[in-house]
């Protein structure tokens, strides 16, 4: 309370008017007592010299100086006033404190003067006789119209001043106790105005930091409980509004932070007010954008700045690709930037989807388009060939006729074999995370796709070895789909496996999955070539792929499928010692 700098400024307005108004009032209250004191021993003193002027007509008349010295020095005595008695000549017959013989003439007095004129003569002045100020009201005695003399009665001004000051001294103390006893209760009247007005206060003051929750207790039942009531109501108002914004932000920040694309808001300054996950993993910045902080000083990316830029100056939505490169990595983002303004804030938002992959399928549906265009086309063209040279007259040649018959049969197998390929990964592709997965044992199919190959493997004297589990190792996959990763392993490890070479087919298990293993000693495969080996139609030697009768597309297969029954597939070579293809399923729980 006696902190608060309104309760001090009401309060001393308060005390100011009030000691004004005690002064003023007390100066006034002093000064019509003072005249009226005046006016009162004024009319004492005449109404004395009323009294008085009886005797003084006697004694005049008498002449007898002596009794009337002593009647006035008794009568002097009895009221403590001064009596003078003066002839009209001026002479001093007679006087109450002084010898009239030492006296001086007074005729010249200014209340005798009065007196003579006027019915009485009143003067306040210095006496030369008894060396004080003195009051002094003079009247006539007349015998007739004659003036016998003059009667004078004076009092010290210093027993009117005495008076004055005590009731001054009487004014004061009773100006003072008045002025405490208001003080006091305007003390308290102050605090009880001040202190819903600095409740009041410390509300307003937690609402603008945020403290919604607080009310006006002691509201009083007048215009400040009004105001009072008015602040519960804002209150309660911005509280629900406060709970409403915040509900709606919750679900924004909860929408924005589970978007896959990137969301980066920034003001007209290129300061972060808002940014997500998505945005800080696709540009490589650990944790989120700190709010606040140039949006240049945390990312350092020329084609978003300038993208951002370019909305900016022109006002108008821009979009476009950016690339960024990060760890040897390029990935490609479609941005899309927006300006926006809401309250007093204005800025940018931009809105960054990753196209990488949606790039990187479109490159290899161009190459898949290419290559199977290719592929078709070389052994049609081939064919073609073949059959037109046997229509222009080579058909009856024995030396011509059978060794072109011989390789258009070649290129038609080869042509067989492609579509059938393309048919049974289009077939894979629609089937891929449908396949039902049953409870399949993976020694049969090991021992059955061996047997097959043999004959293969001992036409170009390999040797074969397989290297399984006693114990039976049954694993969650598709029959059919596990015979065909088998037989397109083996087929490319006999193919690219050179004379007397080695294959080794191993089974292994782990906790949770089964691995097969399919080794060869052959050409191996470079390194630089390991990441796109399972890609459609690519191969490492192209010429002897096609030479071998290779349709690009048996490592494409076995890693569809893999992935249809829940597995993956993995490669380890190097060129020239042979490679090594794992495929890795689920195994079957026990039931």
């Not at 001393?12 to 005690?22: N, R």
């Not at 937690?206 to 007048?222: C, I, Q, S, T």
Request: overall charge neutral; hydrophobic content about 40%; some cysteine.
């Amino acid at each position: 309370m006696f902190r608060s700098r309104f309760f001090w400024k009401l309060y001393a307005s308060y005390a100011a008017l009030l000691v004004v108004t005690s002064v003023l009032t007390g100066s006034l209250v002093h000064w019509r007592l003072k005249a009226s004191l005046n006016v009162e021993l004024e009319k004492t003193l005449e109404s004395k010299c009323i009294l008085l002027a009886p005797y003084a007509r006697r004694g005049l008349e008498s002449g007898n100086q002596v009794a009337m010295q002593s009647e006035v020095t008794s009568m002097g005595r009895e009221t403590g006033t001064r009596f003078t008695l003066i002839r009209a000549d001026g002479t001093v017959l007679a006087d109450s404190d002084e010898s009239p013989s030492q006296m001086e003439n007074h005729s010249n007095r200014p209340e005798v003067q009065q007196a003579l004129r006027a019915p009485f003569g009143m003067t306040r002045r210095f006496s030369q006789t008894v060396r004080y100020s003195m009051l002094y009201i003079a009247r006539a005695v007349r015998h007739g119209e004659k003036v016998s003399g003059i009667v004078r009665v004076s009092i010290p001004l210093k027993a009117i001043d005495a008076q004055l000051v005590a009731v001054r001294e009487t004014i004061v103390f009773g100006a003072l106790a008045g002025l405490l006893t208001a003080l006091v209760f305007g003390l308290i009247v102050t605090q009880r105005i001040t202190r819903p007005i600095r409740e009041m206060t410390e509300i307003a003051e937690d609402l603008r930091l945020g403290k919604y929750d607080h009310r006006a207790l002691n509201v009083p039942n007048d215009e400040i409980g009004v105001l009072g009531d008015t602040l519960n109501r804002l209150g309660e108002e911005i509280t629900s509004q406060v709970d409403a914004l915040s509900r709606e932000q919750a679900q924004l920040q909860a929408m924005i932070s589970r978007m896959v694309e990137g969301v980066l808001a920034v003001d007209e300054n290129d300061r972060v007010l808002l940014s997500n996950q998505a945005a800080c993993d696709l540009l490589g910045v650990p944790g989120l954008y700190e709010r606040g902080k140039p949006l240049w000083s945390q990312v350092r990316h020329a084609g978003l700045l300038e993208l951002m830029s370019a909305t900016k100056s022109s006002a108008q939505p821009s979009r476009g690709e950016i690339v960024f490169r990060r760890n040897g990595r390029e990935r490609i983002f479609d941005a899309q930037a927006t300006t926006f303004e809401g309250g007093e804030t204005r800025g940018i938002v931009v809105v960054l989807h990753d196209i990488t992959d949606l790039r990187r399928l479109e490159h290899i549906r161009r190459d898949f388009v290419a290559n199977v265009s290719h592929e078709l086309k070389t052994p049609l063209t081939a064919i073609k060939g073949y059959v037109e040279t046997l229509l222009d007259g080579g058909l009856h040649d024995d030396q011509i006729n059978i060794p072109f018959l011989k390789k258009t049969s070649e290129n038609t197998t080869r042509l067989s074999n492609l579509v059938t390929d393309l048919l049974s990964l289009a077939r894979i592709e629609s089937e891929e995370g449908i396949l039902k997965a049953t409870p399949v044992p993976w020694q049969p199919v090991i021992l059955d796709a061996l047997t097959r190959h043999e004959t293969k493997a001992r036409q170009k004297n390999i040797l074969m070895e397989s290297h399984l589990p006693d114990s039976p190792v049954t694993v969650l996959g598709d029959t059919e789909g596990m015979t065909q990763i088998l037989d397109n392993l083996l087929d490319n490890a006999i193919k690219y496996t050179s004379e007397s070479g080695r294959i080794d087919v191993r089974l292994t298990r782990t906790d949770s999955t089964a691995d097969l293993e399919v080794k060869d000693s052959g050409i191996g495969i470079p390194a630089k070539e390991l990441d796109r080996i399972f890609e459609r139609f690519y191969r490492v030697d192209k010429a002897r792929s096609r030479e071998l009768g290779g349709t690009g597309l048996g490592l494409s297969i076995v890693k569809h499928l893999a992935q249809c029954m829940n597995g993956q597939v993995s490669v380890k070579s190097e060129e020239g010692r042979g490679s090594s293809f794992t495929v890795s399923l689920l195994l079957a729980t026990e039931s």
